[in-house]
């Protein structure tokens, strides 16, 4: 839902360059195929220019697609296309980045040589609090439904100062199998 605020839907492609490591192909390309999820992997730790030049190729031609990244996976990609003059893909349609901070002068950068939205999220593997961007500004939106959210202070107070640093301590709702309750994540934030 947070995703489809810049356009993404279920059915539209995704090339996917984060955490994974992609063995080639017989054709030497670092490629992966999830034909349930339309999920296009390729290795974010084969990222020379050469790789990269195939991974371009490759995404011009998978349809309308859009980038799910590690906000350093964007600008490598953005830096890459920039040094070699190579035009983005057509049909790139928005970047999805996240697990990495996002930083404002990355994200302009990424934004201007894409030529397409910039998205981005928190959450984490142990799904205890989501939270995402909306299409007005960068600032994270809480979604209440997904998990408890709580901004502590190192006093174990609650954080209510606006721009005052907290830890994430989070409830999730998804797990019930091993559920997480005010589960310190080592994150932090305003």
Known sequence: AGWER?????????AVIRGQVVEADSSGLHHQYDPVLRR?????????????????????????????????????????????????????????????????DERKYV?????????????????LVLAAECEHCPDYHVWPTYGYFELLGSDGRPVTTPGARGEIVGTGFINTVVPFIRYRTGDYAE
């Open 6 to 14: 810049i356009g993404y839907r279920l059915d539209t492609a995704q």
């Open 111 to 127: 934004s201007r040589v894409l030529g397409v939205p910039y998205f981005s999220w928190y959450g984490h593997s142990e799904k």
């Open 40 to 104: 296009h992997y390729y290795s974010n730790f084969h990222m020379s220019d050469e790789n990269m030049a195939r991974y371009v190729a490759h995404m011009r031609t998978i349809g309308p697609f859009f980038l799910h990244c590690y906000p350093s996976s964007a600008a490598v990609l953005a830096s890459f296309l920039e040094r070699t003059r190579t035009p983005p893909p057509e049909n790139l349609r928005g970047v999805l980045a996240g697990s990495e901070n996002v930083y404002a």
